[in-house]
Antibody, heavy 122, light 111 residues
């Protein structure tokens, strides 16, 4: 079945970087855009960016420009989200979420990973 | 880019209908027919309930419906059931620079 499996929880110190992975299975990896969304404790959802797994092109929310990098490895059907210069406000659950339709960069988020808790604390 | 505006909470009794609003601007909700709605139970990942303003993914009950008028989108849940109690988020495409924006979320309580 179609699923996204994310890497495990992380604890980082302020100023460090974190890299979260999201492994896709059950569908053609390169046919569906992938988004990253985060949710701080007790807060709402926040869109971070999108990657086209086919060519690797990306688009990031202005808020994260310069701090976030999204990449993919087609050989393992895995996308990655790296966030640098971490601060306490980056403590959140980070989700990868697949676009609903093939080749659509303007689409709802259909399949979600289980989430990865990233805690930033000194 | 500011988040879309949703009521913080709504409530209804089993069998009743509730509507959750989502207000944006002409740069997001009003400018595109790419509004989606997500249901999130505590500790779980969000689930897609409505896409393209009013379309339901396979498996979502037809008790859930979506609409849009101007800069405001709405999610209506009819025949409320206990399992509908959850947080609901709207989301809209907002142009290539900002891309996507979420609402602040609405907590639905089934009385």
């Amino acid at each position: 079945q179609v699923q996204l499996v994310q890497s495990g929880a992380e604890v980082k110190k302020p100023g460090a970087s974190v890299k979260v992975s999201c492994k896709a299975s059950g569908y053609t990896f390169t046919s569906y855009y992938m988004h990253w969304v985060r949710q701080a404790p007790g807060q709402g959802l926040e869109w971070m960016g999108i990657i086209n797994p086919s060519g690797g092109s990306t688009s990031y929310a202005q808020k994260f420009q310069g701090r976030v990098t999204m990449t993919r490895d087609t050989s393992t059907s895995t996308v990655y989200m790296e966030l640098s210069s971490l601060r306490s406000e980056d403590t959140a659950v980070y989700y990868c979420a697949r676009a609903l339709r093939e080749y659509s960069g303007y689409d709802a988020f259909d399949i979600w990973g289980q989430g990865t808790m990233v805690t930033v604390s000194s | 880019q500011s988040a879309l505006t949703q009521p913080r909470s709504v409530s209804g009794s089993p069998g009743q209908s509730v509507t959750i609003s989502c207000t944006g601007t002409s740069s997001d909700v009003g400018g595109y027919n790419y509004v989606s709605w997500y249901q999130q139970h505590p500790g779980k990942a969000p689930k897609l309930m409505i896409y393209d303003v009013s379309k339901r993914p396979s498996g979502v009950p037809d008790r859930f419906s979506g609409s849009k008028s101007g800069n405001t989108a709405s999610l209506t849940i009819s025949g409320l059931q206990a399992e509908d109690e959850a947080d609901y988020y709207c989301c809209s495409y907002a142009g290539s620079y900002t891309s996507w924006v979420f609402g602040g979320g609405t907590k639905l309580t089934v009385l």
